[in-house]
């Protein structure tokens, strides 16, 4: 049986949207002003992005008289003001409390923001690859940290004045390549797991080309398996 909404319910989406669209344009209004741009500056600055959004429309979205705000304009006006979507949605400091979605009540404008980015993990809500791409780059970074740990300690180890700050040299480099080489082992445990899903690894810094197997080279297809 379909359900009915009672004229207070029907209400609460344009309030919802008005909302949405209200801090977005809010947002993009404070940071034009902030940066000491007009709208045509603003308008400029898109175009130059590549997706033209005119004077006009601008100054009609600040002003509430703009009915819709495709995602896509959303894109462009972030980075065009040099900020994240996130930030023009949610715009924390600024805005106290926001309306997630239709039919609920306000909530801190922070927590929402935590939420819309998966930075507070909502229960039942999949996240997807997000975590899987968290740790890869924790471990890129731990790898290269070594690394460059390492040749530090190999060039103490062979400027070194004495015997006892050769071998402290030496332990320290011997201690930052087994941490190099544990956190490569585990990046390609991991790239090995999100081919064998189906996703394409992020890509690799220079420094690293010997994490992947040379059956996994870029102009090899994605069919191919260690």
């Known amino acids: 049986?379909?359900?009915?909404?009672?004229?207070?319910?029907?209400?609460?989406?344009?309030?919802?949207?008005?909302?949405?669209?209200?801090n977005v344009?809010?947002?993009?209004?404070?940071r034009r002003k902030e940066m000491g741009w007009s709208a045509q500056d603003l308008a400029d600055r898109c175009e130059g992005l590549g997706h033209p959004i005119p004077r006009n429309v601008i100054a009609n979205m600040e002003s509430g008289r703009r009915a819709g705000l495709p995602l896509v304009d959303v894109i462009v006006l972030a980075a065009a003001l040099e900020t994240y979507p996130a930030c023009l949605i949610f715009p924390v400091g600024y805005v106290d409390r926001t309306q997630e979605l239709p039919l609920q009540g306000l909530v801190p404008t922070w927590d929402a923001l935590r939420r819309f980015t998966g930075e507070e993990e909502v229960f039942g809500h999949d996240s997807g690859l997000v975590p899987d791409f968290e740790v890869h780059t924790s471990l890129v970074r731990t790898a290269?940290?070594?690394?460059?740990?390492?040749?530090?300690?190999?060039?103490?180890?062979?400027t070194a004045t004495s015997?006892?700050?050769q071998e402290e040299a030496e332990r320290q480099r011997?201690?930052?390549a087994d941490q190099a080489l544990s956190a490569k082992?585990?990046?390609?445990?991991?790239r090995r797991e999100l081919r064998d899903d189906g996703a394409i690894p992020p890509d690799l810094p220079p420094t690293l080309h010997d994490v992947d197997p040379p059956e996994w080279a870029p102009e090899t297809t994605s069919e191919v398996r260690p």
């Open 1 to 22: 049986m379909t359900q009915c909404r009672s004229d207070d319910e029907e209400d609460d989406f344009p309030e919802w949207v008005d909302r949405v669209q209200a």
């Open 25 to 30: 344009a809010g947002e993009v209004r404070r």
């Open 144 to 158: 290269l940290a070594a690394i460059e740990e390492e040749e530090r300690a190999r060039f103490a180890a062979k």
């Open 163 to 165: 015997r006892a700050q």
């Open 174 to 176: 011997t201690a930052y």
């Open 185 to 190: 082992y585990k990046l390609r445990y991991l």
